[in-house]
């Protein structure tokens, strides 16, 4: 959001018309004369949907001018994985396996893996950058 105008003013999104599928930060602030303020918006789908759209999105300024966004997205279901993972390790040991996730779109990947079993785990989040490929490790380990 940019300032051209004379004075700084507030502003305040309503966060609640983002939700659920979509989230803003900074909700509310000041930008003064002159300066801009980058908002980062979060996409967060809780269902597959290939059309996800948000229409007038409301920012209320200070003055008493509303700005509107509309937010578009897009939420298809993963292609399984073929690849299979085994482990053998001794009692109270741990292995770690890995897996190559290869990003051959023109866009970012933010990756929320689905862990099954309570003896695997594996990092939370996983970004592979567009045209490029990042490892993915699983460990296992059975507990005492």
């Known amino acids: 959001m940019y300032n051209t105008g004379d004075i700084g003013a507030r502003f305040r999104w309503d966060e609640t018309s983002f939700s659920p599928d979509f989230s803003i930060s900074p909700v509310e602030g000041y930008v003064a004369t002159g300066m801009h303020v980058d908002f980062t918006i979060t996409f967060h789908p809780a269902q597959h949907n290939r059309d996800v759209r948000y229409d007038n999105l409301i920012c209320d300024i200070e003055d008493g001018t509303q700005l509107y ?37 023109g866009t970012l990947w933010t990756l929320v893996p689905v862990i099954e079993g309570e003896y695997f785990s ?13 490892q993915y490790e699983v460990t296992y380990q059975l507990s005492p």
Not at 76 to 99: G, H, M, Y
């Open 69 to 105: 966004l509309t937010l578009t997205g897009a939420c298809i279901p993963a292609t399984p994985t073929k690849e299979v993972l085994n482990f053998v390790c001794s009692v109270r040991s741990k292995e770690t396996r890995s897996l190559t996730l290869h990003n051959k779109t």
């Open 122 to 134: 594996g990092a939370e989040q996983l970004v592979v950058e567009p045209g490029q490929h990042r």
